[in-house]
């Protein structure tokens, strides 16, 4: 786990009483196992744009899906108070 993550989950979990935080951490991964050198070289900052992009990526498709889910929860709502 990246360790900016585990820093703000630890102190907003204490913010909130030990409670669980209500919010996700999204990272990309852009460096591969044991390849760091190989990774960053000749470009330092290149691998970081395609991280971030698929970062974006996955924070697009998981807003997408939680939209979806609270649409679907309010037109079941409406349906029910209809009734």
Known sequence: ???THCLIYKT???HLNYQNP???FVSGEVDRFT???MDVNPKVYAQN????????VAVAVI?????DES???TKRKLMTEKG
């Open 1 to 3: 786990m990246e360790t």
């Open 12 to 14: 907003a979990k204490k």
């Open 22 to 24: 209500p919010f996700l």
């Open 71 to 73: 649409f679907i929860m």
């Open 35 to 37: 390849q760091f050198a």
């Open 63 to 67: 807003i997408s899906i939680l939209n």
């Open 49 to 56: 744009v395609s991280g971030a992009h698929n970062a974006g």
